[in-house]
């Protein structure tokens, strides 16, 4: 198997560990482009396994940093986060499905994805059980048979 990076492979070393595992089982060996990293022999395994190291160090030091500058720029009051802008069209997606349109027809006349869609009329349902018909039952006579 050949990967151009190994962060794009793996998101921590026991990850990377377990693909290694799975890929030498199957008979396949890793090889890694940018670093000229082969897991055919001794060495490049445990080059492997000091680059997934440190590669899950940095990714690490990468989640601190950034979550600390959303801290600083929460306490300033920059951050927000993501705003919700298919729930706040959640009035409408009521109205077009229950004008007959799909959910699919729905998303797609408001700019919003078929999951939002979906999300949103499943909060209405548990908040207003709609009535729901009852199953159709087929009856069908089964042929006798006879020894």
């Known amino acids: 198997m050949v990967v151009t ?22 008979g396949v060996a890793l090889r890694i482009l940018n670093m000229n990293l082969d897991t055919n022999d001794a060495t490049g395994k445990l080059m ?17 940093r950034q979550l600390e500058g959303i801290a600083k720029a929460k306490a300033e009051g920059k951050y927000r986060g993501g705003i919700p802008t298919a729930r706040a069209k959640a009035a409408q997606v009521f109205a077009l499905v229950d004008a007959g349109k799909t959910r699919g027809e729905a ?5 919003i994805s078929i999951r939002s869609v979906f999300r949103i ?6 908040a207003e ?13 089964r042929p006798q048979v006879s020894a």
């Open 121 to 126: 009329l499943r909060s209405r349902e548990g």
């Open 129 to 141: 059980k709609a009535p729901v018909a009852p199953p159709v039952t087929r009856i069908r006579a």
């Open 107 to 111: 998303a797609q006349a408001l700019g």
């Open 48 to 64: 492997l396994q000091i680059i997934g190291s440190i590669a899950e160090f940095e990714r690490s030091i990468m989640l601190a």
């Open 5 to 26: 990076k190994i962060d794009r492979l793996a998101r921590s070393v026991r990850h990377l560990c377990e693909i290694v595992d799975r890929l030498h089982a199957k």
